[in-house]
């Protein structure tokens, strides 16, 4: 049995407006998909809560954050729209209006849990109505009168993880007796940022040239030859190392830097050896921007394509991991601009070149708080310890994807005590087997580093590496 409770609510930042440059990015990643990427997940409630709880939790979400009260307006049907036609939506946030909280009511010989999975599933499957929906849908699980758990999921155009975060944060921050927020919202609503961005020239003028100097450095292709590698052509492979954690983490101490660079760097190396090229290397990554000053809680994506370009080839690992971070730090400074304006510079300097520039490589390091290397090297994992942690190594999963719009993403995941990468590939252009050459080679690259870093010139050789990569592990049994 269901119920369906309405949660009026009323908030501000109410108007209509374009989307913000980050919603636009989602926007065209959802047009070219052809799916919400919608987020959220499955809670189990074990403090008590009753439903009229989660119906006064929904209010303050609603209430509080523009961003939900948000819908989509088009110039003609949304499906007509082209990816590059952001000019054609608009959004309208109401300042009041109901939501529903659904309570699902599992039978007495039911498992609430399964009930849970089964409704966050079909809801994960069902696209949102960017329209007549708010972007976001909330329920709970209650079994034999108590609530179990609590199902939430929210369309990624209304935000992102740190986005979520925030929303999770300030609800926990609430007064406990009268459940109200501790103090007023400070952050800005989605329109004052559309307003704000509409006047940020320079900022585009600034990021744009960073991009067409990068792209002026760079070969118009990332891969070989396209030919057609077998089916399923589209898949995500889920891969984990701990020896590369402990190797990223020696290194990083011994450099005095985060591991975030380490993982670059190897991704860099690995990427060239497998694909056989040495010129600069060129990875998209996703910048979150929200180290701008106002930006770190606002409530909408934020997160934009950063530029990393490095040339690697013939330089030691220690080098090679300087030069990451170098271009880290450049590539995040300029991923923050006006997306029209840059995608009509890469259309131009394709046009120059006579061919598209290839620009569908990724790099996603999605971990957050767990990429510092803590103490002195002393402190760090041994060489004996990262060397025992090599047969640890393996493939979790490698399952197909219904399509996949780039042709390359290496997602490190925010995974404690290992490190954990989702990789989804277009094997017409990278085979399988070449993307588990490529992840061996990132371990064998970083290994190698922490290896010889007492050494005067620690250095790895990547391509050495790949050639000689085992064969891939084989996938866990029970995934």
């Not at 082209?82 to 699902?104: F, K, M, N, P, W």
């Not at 589209?234 to 402990?246: D, G």
């Not at 760097?265 to 600069?280: E, K, S």
């Not at 393996?394 to 399509?403: F, G, H």
């Amino acid at each position: 049995m269901v119920e369906r409770i309405v949660v009026p609510f009323e908030g501000d930042g109410a108007g209509v407006g374009g989307l913000t440059w980050g919603q636009q990015q989602v926007w065209r990643a959802i047009v070219e998909v052809g799916a919400s990427m919608s987020m959220g997940g499955v809670v189990p409630v074990t403090d008590g809560r009753v439903v009229p709880d989660f119906v006064e939790e929904l209010r303050f979400l609603m209430s509080r954050f523009a961003a939900l009260r948000s819908r989509l307006v088009f110039a003609e049907p949304w499906h007509a729209t082209s990816v590059d036609a952001c000019h054609l939506v608009r959004q309208e946030i109401a300042g009041r209006g109901e939501a529903v909280l659904e309570v699902h009511d599992a039978a007495d010989d039911e498992d609430p849990a399964a009930v849970a999975a089964a409704l966050f599933a079909a809801w994960k499957a069902r696209d949102f109505d960017y329209t007549g929906e708010w972007p976001i849908r909330e329920a709970v699980v209650r079994h034999r009168g108590a609530v179990t758990h609590v199902v939430v999921l929210v369309c990624h155009l209304a935000a992102d993880g740190s986005g979520l975060g925030t929303m999770i944060r300030e609800l926990a921050e609430r007064d406990p007796v009268t459940r109200q927020p501790r103090g007023p919202y400070t952050a800005m609503q989605p329109l004052a940022l559309v307003e704000a961005q509409r006047t940020s020239k320079r900022q585009t003028d600034t990021a744009l040239r960073y991009w067409e100097a990068q792209l002026r450095a760079v070969r118009p292709r990332r891969f070989p030859a396209t030919v057609d590698r077998g089916e399923p052509r589209w898949r995500r492979v889920v891969w984990r190392s701990t020896a590369l954690l402990l190797a990223a983490e020696r290194v990083a101490a011994g450099l005095g830097i985060d591991t975030a660079p380490v993982l670059l760097a190897a991704y860099g190396t690995a990427f060239n050896a497998v694909t056989g090229q040495t010129a600069p290397f060129a990875t998209q990554v996703i910048v979150s921007n929200r180290f701008r000053p106002g930006l770190a809680d606002v409530v909408t994506p934020l997160a934009q394509n950063g530029l990393v370009v490095v040339d690697l080839h013939g330089v030691t690992a220690g080098e090679a991991v300087d030069r990451a971070r170098r271009a880290s730090m450049n590539a995040s400074k300029h991923a923050y601009y006006d997306p029209a304006a840059r995608l009509a510079l890469i259309d131009r300097i394709g046009a120059e070149h006579g061919e598209p520039v290839d620009l569908a490589v990724f790099y996603n390091d999605r971990r957050v708080g767990v990429i510092e290397a803590h103490g002195p090297l002393d402190t760090m994992p041994t060489a004996g310890e990262i060397e025992a942690a090599l047969p640890l190594t393996e493939l979790v999963s490698d399952t197909p994807m219904p399509y996949f719009n780039e042709k390359l993403m290496v997602n490190v995941d925010d995974v404690v005590g290992t490190v954990q990468l989702t990789v989804e590939v277009d094997t017409h252009h990278l085979a399988i087997g070449d993307l588990h050459r490529l992840l061996a080679a990132m371990e064998a690259f970083t290994v190698g580093a922490a290896r010889s870093l007492d050494q005067a010139a620690p250095d790895a050789d990547p391509g050495a590496a790949a050639g000689a990569a085992s064969p891939a592990p084989q996938a866990v049994a029970s995934m």
